[in-house]
């Protein structure tokens, strides 16, 4: 992170950064259009921080109002984002105007529109709640992601041989929150629980109580009457093995 100081002088604003580095101060003259293209360049930066965007990517226009408001006794600004800020469609960017004390003085909201743009997968046709998504079933576009969850889906293997939780309509954006990887147990499946205990080993039969993945632990019960409780470890699609019992 570079530090940064602003000065006004005269009817514009001489940029400082203090690099790290060395601390070398570089000098330019911002005026307002310079000033827009500095937040541009915040809010281009900030938005790299995830890896699928490149910056052809992005789209950022700082509309004029304000941009041109510095006021006369100011001599430093700082240009604020959050570490969690996410861009996509209308903002406020709110730039701070202090004088040499380091008070406070004006706070200038700065108005954006951004566009960002991605990979978006969709349904082609109706899809079934319960399918197996093959990649005939998706089209990939490329368009605005704008409100789109930062876990949003990237690419086609994210989504082909995943289970549709609900039916997806044709032409609607697959989400993360529509599909799932298919369980390598599911639950209310009868499956053998592989018990080691005391130096000898057992299998019985008990159902799975919750879809399990390889490698993840399950809570079964067993199919006597008692229905004893156990948890074991999925190590194929018709076994756990059981190190807890209840």
Known sequence: MRGVTRRVVGGGLII?????????????????????????????????????????????K?????????????????VKIQEKATFGGNHILPV?????????????PIHLHVNVFGKVFKASG?????????????NQY???INGFPQNRIRNLHEIVGYETMIALQDGSVITPYQI?????????????????KRGFGLNIKVKAMENG???????????????????????NNETIEVNTLY
């Open 62 to 78: 700082v509309k004029p109002e304000n941009v041109d408001r510095v006021p006369k006794t100011a001599t430093k600004f700082t």
């Open 180 to 196: 799932r990887r298919i369980p390598t147990i599911r639950s209310g499946q009868v499956i053998s629980a592989k018990i080691q």
């Open 16 to 60: 400082i950064l203090l690099a790290l580095s060395g601390m070398t101060p570089l000098h330019a003259i911002i005026t307002s259009e310079t000033l827009s293209q500095y937040v541009q360049k915040r809010v281009i930066t900030h938005i790299l921080k995830d890896p699928d965007i490149v910056t052809k990517d992005i789209q950022v």
């Open 142 to 144: 490329y368009e605005s």
């Open 213 to 235: 993945y390889l490698g993840q632990r399950i809570k079964a019960k067993t199919l006597l009457d008692s229905g004893k409780m156990l948890e074991g470890t999925v190590i």
């Open 96 to 108: 701070v105007f202090s004088d040499d004390a380091g008070k406070e003085i004006y706070q200038l």
């Open 126 to 138: 109706q899809i079934e709640k319960g399918s197996i998504i093959d990649d005939s079933q998706v």
